[in-house]
């Protein structure tokens, strides 16, 4: 029996938002919106929109011992999350620095601060914690040595959901413990090595998925924005169809799209099953400002 549906293993940050009419050019300074502060990271995010829909969720993070640390843990606490697992110090909490235009998109620099200070032997040290969670998800605003020893503590029957981002070429070991490797267009071509007009691998997502399938992991989705997803396994290639709605912020969609398809997966779901619920729940976090304010109850997934 595991206490924890889903152990989230990742980022925590103070997400710095400004609204802007558009992005500088390089040299260019323009005039933004007061700025907000909000609770935020990968990591945490994750694992606030997991336990907003239900899932027992637990979180293993670095944060500083400062008011942007305890920020986020009263953030953790308030969804619901077990905080048992936030370890506290080596340098001052993690920075998002945000920028949203009119259309809801945005552009994010991370400065990761203690994120970067999370250690292979913290991750060693939290091994009750593999021992008792179902799934468990990663990301990539931590070290990559940490991810690697995240693979190598998971317990026999757990699955892993790895969300690579920022994107960088990814160890063989980690590739093929990934199910799935969740991915957007552009982090797909980094991994696939073909940033430059991903020529060497086709103009088709379908095309990405099948060959980074290739490369190892159990299963890939790959996430495409406004046309949905699709999902690749041993089984084949299945589109997933997108939720229409009016996107005003799309700051954590991708985190709330990972927790969802996580915590379907450890109840069940199939993959393409899973995907289409995470559809849904992104679509409902995009229509709100901000990132773990914006995630959604299972009610309010359902009432869409």
């Known amino acids: 029996m595991y206490d924890y549906d889903l152990l989230v293993v990742g980022s925590a940050n103070a997400d710095l938002v400004i609204g802007v009419e558009r992005r500088p050019a390089a040299g260019e300074t323009v005039l933004g919106s007061d700025l907000a502060v909000h609770p935020g990271g990968k990591g945490a995010n994750q694992a606030v929109a997991a336990a907003r829909l239900g899932a027992r969720t637990a979180l293993l993070a670095r944060i500083g011992d400062d008011a942007y640390g305890r920020l986020l843990l009263d953030s953790q606490r308030a969804a619901g999350v077990d905080t048992v697992g936030v370890l506290v110090g080596g340098a001052p909490t993690g920075i998002a620095l945000i920028t949203v235009d009119p259309s809801g998109d945005n552009s994010i620099v991370v400065s990761p601060g203690a994120n970067g200070r999370l250690t292979p032997e913290d991750v060693r040290a939290a091994a009750g914690l593999f ?3 179902r799934v468990v998800s990663a990301q990539l605003e931590i070290p990559l040595e940490t991810v690697v020893e995240v693979v190598r503590s998971l317990a026999p ?3 892993f959901v790895l969300n690579p981002s920022p994107p960088r070429p990814l160890p063989a070991e980690v590739l093929a413990a990934c199910d799935p490797l969740i991915v957007n267009e552009h982090e797909a071509k980094v991994i696939l090595g073909a940033v430059d007009g991903g020529s060497a691998v086709g103009d088709r997502p379908e095309d990405w998925a099948r060959v980074l399938l290739a490369k190892g992991p159990k299963s890939v989705v790959v996430t495409l924005g406004s046309r949905g997803a699709l999902v690749a396994s041993a089984e084949g290639v299945e589109r997933v169809a997108a939720v229409r709605v009016n996107a ?8 709330s799209f990972t927790a969802a398809l996580a915590w379907k997966l450890g109840a069940g779901s199939s993959l393409a099953e899973a995907a289409a619920y995470a559809a849904r729940v992104g679509a409902v976090a995009v229509t709100r400002r901000g990132a773990q304010e914006s995630f959604p109850t299972a009610a309010e997934v359902e009432g869409r």
């Open 157 to 159: 029957g757990s699955r």
């Open 131 to 133: 021992h008792a969670s």
């Open 248 to 255: 005003v912020d799309t700051t954590g969609a991708g985190d």
